[in-house]
Structures are given as structure tokens and as C-alpha cells.
């Protein structure tokens, strides 16, 4: 009777551990936290993420005719008047300012007659996001992304480099643990 005692419990500790691996496979979530790094140590991480080009790169889309002519078309009132740009036809104006890296164009965007939002990937494991403002009111936003791909083939962030204009910051991924118990699907 003890034996059998012993294994049922060691049957239903099975159960509980698959299914928590299971769930946490599944449905486990993460979350960015900030690195506890000095801006001379991001830039050595990430030189790119201050890159000389950045500003004649906003020059030169904000020249561009077509976003000269999105950012006339879209309202300041409508949070949701966006306008996208096809990047063939801008593409040989932009070379000489691109990340040597780029492999392919994500979004070029205009909204809200002020607002220009550019991404490119870098390979399958980086991407670059600018976001301009045409008014000059804040500084240029860059953003560069790390990938890892999961073991389902799926690319999965790892590392942000943010820089803001004025601060420069680098956020890791960090695995939420158990955070499938407290959600409310």
C-alpha cells in the first residue's frame, strides 16, 4: 500500500511538473528591463545607435517629395491618418545614409502630418527603427533591436538599444516566471 501510495504521488508530481513545463512553453511572457549601463558603455556595445548619418538621413526624408506630400496629406487630428511611402521609389536617395547592414525595408510611414516612422532589417537578427518628427519639436527616436529565435523558428527580441536624442539606454529581455497563473484568459 505504501509503495503504491509513493508512486501515485510521484505519477501526479509528474503531471504537475509537465504541465507547468507546458505552460511555460506555451504561454510563459517576458519583459524589457534596463540594463545598469553608462552611455559610454552603450555606445560601446552599439556604436550604430549614434551614428553620424542619423541626422542627414532625417534631412533627406524630410526632402523627399512624397513625404513632403504625406505629411500635407495626413490630419494632426486623426491619431489613425497614416500614409505609407513605398521605399522603391525613395530607395537611392536613402542608400548613402543606410546601415551598411540592411537587408529590407519594414515600414516608411507618415502620420498625423508630423510624424515619420522608417525601420529596416539588418539580417533575420537586427532591426533599425528611426522616428522623426518634421516640426523639429523632439529629437530624432533610433532604435535598434536584437533577435534570438525560439524553438518553435519564431524570432523573439532579446536586447533593446533606445536613443532618444538625449539619453541613451539599453533594455534585456527578462522571462516573467509563472506569469500564466495571473492572467486573465
Given at each position: ?6 508512486l501515485l ?83 537611392a536617395q ?7 547592414d540592411w ?83
Amino acid at each position: 500500500m505504501k509503495k503504491k501510495l509513493i508512486l501515485l504521488f510521484l505519477a501526479l508530481l509528474t503531471a504537475v511538473a509537465g504541465y507547468c513545463i507546458y505552460q511555460e512553453t506555451h504561454f510563459g511572457t517576458s519583459t524589457f528591463v534596463p540594463a545598469n549601463l553608462s552611455q559610454t558603455q552603450i555606445l560601446r556595445e552599439m556604436p550604430d545607435l549614434a551614428s553620424e548619418t542619423d541626422e542627414a538621413l532625417r534631412q533627406t526624408i524630410l526632402a523627399l517629395p512624397q513625404v513632403q506630400a504625406a505629411l500635407n496629406s495626413t490630419s494632426p487630428d486623426d491619431p489613425l491618418d497614416f500614409q505609407h511611402i513605398p521605399f522603391a521609389s525613395v530607395q537611392a536617395q536613402l542608400e548613402p545614409y543606410l546601415p551598411k547592414d540592411w537587408t529590407e525595408p519594414m515600414e516608411f510611414a507618415v502620420a498625423n502630418g508630423n510624424t515619420i516612422y522608417f525601420s529596416l532589417h539588418c539580417g533575420p537578427e537586427k532591426t533599425v527603427n528611426y522616428h522623426f518628427f518634421a516640426d523639429g519639436s523632439y529629437p530624432t527616436d533610433k532604435g535598434i533591436a536584437l533577435y534570438r529565435f525560439n524553438h518553435r523558428g519564431q524570432r523573439k527580441s532579446m536586447v533593446l538599444y533606445t536613443n532618444n536624442g538625449t539619453t541613451l539606454q539599453k533594455q534585456v529581455e527578462k522571462h516573467l516566471w509563472f506569469a500564466w497563473l495571473y492572467s486573465d484568459n
